[in-house]
């Protein structure tokens, strides 16, 4: 759409279409500051549903010994890959791990997202997936707060992540563990609203990945589950049977497995930077997922082995270019259905009324030229919870290489808050709509 208009109030959207429909619904409030976009492409803020952002230490050695022909799975039997992680992050204290989760989090906020999944995973002991989850939990609130990033934090509990090294060898008796233990441990505390899975050879089979799913379906959580990243494991299957939200990965997955997805309404969450990085010949099906009806949704999969980098737009590039998905679909998937894929559809990741108002203007004037323009920062103003948190106003984004290193909370000049009152109350639910597995009406559009 050209010439739109979104307006919100206390960080809500109350109305998005047409500027002079969304004028004649609203009326501003004395205080209400108004964002000009000056013809640039306008979407939803960035929804990332999958990460593993809570982490100490990089792993550059292993990158190194992966161009030179070592495998992934490889390095993780011989006690690196994820477990490397695990020293570092068994060493880190919470206050450290918090430190690094809050750079990230700006440095994502900068690159347009507004939501973050963040999954622990680099404890595999109690204390410590408890320290990563309090970790994640106070970032959340530092996000929250007058002070933070306005993004909003979802976190999901992945003990089950790899084997540790005390239990090498007794996959089962470690998953045993994770069902009895630790999920209704993580449960009491309420530090997280997801349990994941990674069901992978030398991780956890179908039969473990079943027992912690089923733990945390017990105990409250939403499930989620690593799937057939490398081999196929059926672990697609999986997520339908046990109601999952989502199904991560599926770069293996035959198409034999999507009617299953579909049919349980589990969200297709692709992530196909980690298998440009892990350098693997196949990727995620997209079309023939999106042609049977599952709602595909991507995720940058930020994490310190499989694929480092933080942002969406590029992981969009690679849809397209990788996977064949259109300008239209990448967007849809890393916005809307990235929401369902977190239980948040219709609450985030789209510019309807009731949901959160953020909202990202590019320096660009349309939709294609956000994946197009492969590895540019383009994110212009990013606005979450209703607030201007990054701008590049007044710079000349194109001729400027350096971004904005300030964190204004004041809005700048020439920009502010789009905030009106609504002249009607707006709904006070969001819409039980579907994710969709095609472009949206009102994402990518101009205004
Ligand atoms: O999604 N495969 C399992 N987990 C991550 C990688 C984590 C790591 O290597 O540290 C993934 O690829
Ligand atoms: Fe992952």
């Known amino acids: 759409m050209r ?13 998005a279409g047409p500027e002079a429909e969304v004028l004649a619904a609203v009326e501003p ?28 230490g990089w792993r550059a050695e292993e990158f ?8 992934y799975l490889e390095i993780l039997k011989a006690g690196g890959g994820i477990l490397q992680t695990v020293r570092a992050t068994r060493e880190a204290t919470e206050d450290e791990l918090f430190d690094s989760l809050r750079a990230r989090l700006l440095e994502l906020l900068r690159l347009g997202t507004t939501t973050v999944e963040v999954k622990s995973g680099y404890g595999l002991d109690l204390a410590t997936e408890l320290k990563q989850l309090r970790a994640i939990r106070r970032a959340a609130l530092w996000a929250a707060s007058p002070e933070g990033t306005g993004q909003e934090v979802v976190a999901t509990f992945l003990g089950a992540h790899a084997v540790p090294p005390e239990f090498a060898g007794r996959a089962r008796e470690y998953a045993e563990l994770v069902a009895r233990e630790m999920i209704p441990a993580v449960a009491r505390e309420s530090l997280a609203e ?15 990945a079943r027992l912690v799913l089923e733990a945390g379906r017990r105990a409250g959580l939403g ?28 770069a293996v997955t035959p198409p034999g497995d999507f009617a299953a997805l579909r049919d349980s309404g589990t969200v297709a969450c692709l992530l196909p930077a980690t298998s440009f990085f ?19 949704a991507l995720g940058t999969d930020a994490n310190p082995g499989t694929q480092p980098g933080f ?4 992981v969009m590039s690679l849809a397209c270019l990788l996977l064949r998905m259109t300008p239209e679909e990448a967007l849809v998937a890393a916005t809307r259905n990235a929401a369902f894929a977190l239980g948040r559809g219709g609450r985030a990741g789209s510019l309807e009324p009731g949901a959160r108002a953020d909202i990202v203007i590019w320096d660009c004037p349309a939709l294609a030229h956000l ?44 920009l502010s808050q789009a905030v009106a009152p609504p002249a009607s109350p707006p709904r006070s639910g969001p819409p039980a709509s579907r994710p969709r597995s095609g472009p949206g009406d009102r994402e990518g559009d101009r205004r």
Request: aromatic share 4%.
């Open 3 to 15: 010439g739109g208009a979104v307006a919100a109030f206390r960080g809500r959207i109350v109305a």
């Open 29 to 56: 409030t004395p205080d209400a500051t108004v964002v000009d976009a000056e013809g640039r492409l306008v979407t939803p803020g960035l929804v990332d549903c999958h990460t593993h952002l809570c982490f100490a």
């Open 64 to 71: 190194r010994m992966r161009i030179e022909g070592r495998d």
């Open 194 to 208: 997801f349990v994941d899975v990674f069901c992978e050879d030398g991780a956890f089979g179908p039969e473990e």
């Open 223 to 250: 499930r989620k589950i690593h799937a057939d990243e490398v081999h196929h494991l059926g672990g697609a299957r999986i997520a339908a049977e046990l109601g999952a939200v989502s199904a991560d990965h599926l």
């Open 278 to 296: 892990l350098m693997k010949p196949r990727h995620a099906a997209a079309r023939e997922l999106i042609a049977a009806g599952v709602p595909v």
């Open 311 to 314: 942002s969406l737009p590029l």
């Open 371 to 414: 994946p197009y323009r492969m590895g540019a920062n383009l994110a212009h103003t990013v606005i979450a919870a209703g607030r201007v948190r990054v701008s590049r106003a007044g710079r000349d984004a194109e001729t400027s290489p350096r971004e904005a290193r300030t964190f204004p909370r004041a809005a700048v000049p020439g």
